[in-house]
């Protein structure tokens, strides 16, 4: 019988062997792993739980909040609270970072997470996720403030994704590889189930929202009539499109078989540098996809490079199979800027 090792092994042994995950960093992501499996069960309620539609408020990004974009805000921040590993949290559903109480210890992590990505999935029965970040508080630093969070992507220690599907599967990298836990519903834990995720370096997918084209730069357009030009045109091959409109979902299929997500700026609001967030949508992501061998740019800089200057900050997003990104990215730099 082929052993079975839950996240808990996983870690311990990662501690034990490897060293690269101190004690406090493991009991965080167990924590968060402990709040996705409760996310997982309002999720698998549904209209039964009374979890679905509209909670008839807004984010500080002025978007609509689901009645589970609240749900999972909360989770998370029970869950995580009162542990001693956390000095404090910032999520897409709060404006400011959530201190950790006085009355419990503090720790030297920070958490940032999108508690609900995917939210115009939620009622239609489509794949959804979680997903996080996890930085150091600097060293020295009394307190803690939103600056503390303004770290590069290259900074985190740890980054992951649980995705809401046919199976919950929790995706984790502590910057040795990416290794992914696939829920048993029965005994409430998590197993791991695939080692050493690698992401093929060509690929003939591709994930963009298409009603957006008429809006893209040049470049983009290129990359994209391009592949639609399939065999008889430059790229002699015929291409793919899937768009799930959950990262969560887009960014697992692309771990799992390789692909290119996009989600780049667009002329409608020229001042918007795109739609997804840079520290808990774009940073988690791309540190999860270079992890495997992929590459993840903002169209013209390495995404994990970037030093944000403000929590909500949005970032363009090109990520996935490592030759496919690239090309995109010299499009974009062949271009006038
Ligand atoms: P959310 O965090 O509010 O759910 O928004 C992010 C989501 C991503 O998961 C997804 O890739 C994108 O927005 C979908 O956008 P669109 O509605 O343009 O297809
Ligand atoms: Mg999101």
Known sequence: MTRRVSLTQYLIEQQRQHGHIPQELRLLIEVVARAC????????????????????????????????????????????????????????????????????????????????????????????????????????????????????????????????????????????????????????????????????????????????????DEPMKRYIDECLAGKEGPRGKDFNMRWIASMVADVHRILTRGGVFMYPWDKREPNKAGKLRLMYEANPMAFLIEQAGGAATNTRQRIMDLTPTQLHERVSVVLGSKNEVERITAYHLDAKP
């Open 37 to 216: 499996k409760r996310i997982a069960i309002s999720v698998n309620k549904g209209a039964l739980g009374d979890v679905l539609g509209t909670a008839g408020s807004e984010n500080v990004q002025g978007e609509v909040q689901k009645k589970l974009d609240i749900i999972a805000n909360e989770v998370l921040i029970e869950a995580n609270e009162w542990g001693g590993h956390l000095a404090a949290m910032a999520s897409e559903e709060m404006e400011g970072i959530y201190l950790v109480p006085n009355r419990f210890p503090q720790g030297e992590y920070l958490l940032m997470f999108d508690p609900l990505d995917g939210s115009s999935n939620i009622d239609v029965n489509v794949s959804i996720g979680t997903i996080f970040s996890v930085l150091k508080k600097p060293e020295g630093a009394k307190g803690v403030s939103e600056e503390d969070f303004l770290q590069p992507g290259s900074q985190q220690a740890a980054a992951g994704y649980c995705v809401y599907g046919p199976q919950t599967t929790l995706v984790l990298t502590v910057g040795d590889g990416v290794t992914m836990f696939t829920l048993d519903r029965e005994q409430g834990s998590f197993v791991l189930t695939t080692e050493s995720v690698s992401i093929p370096e060509d690929t003939k997918e591709f994930a963009i929202n298409m009603s957006n084209m008429r809006h893209w």
